[in-house]
């Protein structure tokens, strides 16, 4: 079995509570037994997360040797240059633990339609916003936030848009909502991986 969540705000991709923790858990959501989330989205984070009961699709989605990609709408402050959008797509940027490989990286004109948050994001009203789509193919802690901060665009608001050709959009999910997939959704995940669509100067 193979399902898709859309993930809200504010819920921890796990089943069992942290002690202590504000956070909302996936037992909250009435998902079938047995499954275990493939991989993970912050608590903070939304959009797609993958949930399924087969062993050995965690390595084939998520070790970076697949080149497996999965797509991210960020809403960042400030409006990105083309010096740094070149800066998250080349590669090499330096994370302090890590460098990050080559990744997509294009601006989305205009803003995705997608639920308001809850709670809303903080607005700075003398402070402009844009929005970015980044296409990984590897997932370090807390990966985005930190490769936008580092070029100079704190991140306001991140959703996991697509894993693999599967795209959120196409599930007609709220969030909190959740479905099996079928056939041809489970093939668009896990057929060949394109490479990620670069346009630094978009």
């Known amino acids: 079995m193979l399902v898709a969540l859309f993930k809200p705000y504010g819920v921890l ?51 970076p040797t ?49 639920p308001p948050r809850d709670p809303p994001i903080r607005v700075r009203h003398t402070v402009p916003d844009a ?14 936030r930190r490769m936008t901060a580092a070029v100079g665009h704190p991140t306001l608001r991140l959703v996991r848009a697509a894993v693999g050709e599967l795209r959120l959009e196409a599930l007609g999910l709220a969030p909190g909502q959740w479905r099996a997939l079928d056939a041809t959704e489970q093939r668009l995940i896990l057929q060949a991986p394109l490479a990620p669509r670069r346009r630094p100067g978009a």
């Open 13 to 63: 991709s796990q089943f069992t509570p942290e002690p202590g923790s504000r956070w909302r858990t996936l037992a909250d959501f009435g998902l079938p037994k047995d499954i275990y989330p493939l991989g993970r989205l912050d608590a903070d984070s939304e959009g797609l997360l993958l949930l399924s009961d087969e062993p050995g699709l965690n390595r084939r989605l998520l070790d």
């Open 66 to 114: 697949q080149g497996h990609p999965r797509e991210y709408w960020v809403q960042v402050e400030r409006v990105p240059d083309a010096a740094a959008l070149r800066l998250l797509a080349g590669g090499g940027l330096d994370l302090g633990d890590f460098r990050t490989r080559p990744c997509g990286v294009r601006r989305l004109e205009p803003a995705p339609l997608l």
């Open 131 to 144: 929005w970015l789509a980044l296409t990984l193919t590897e997932g370090k802690n807390r990966q985005v």
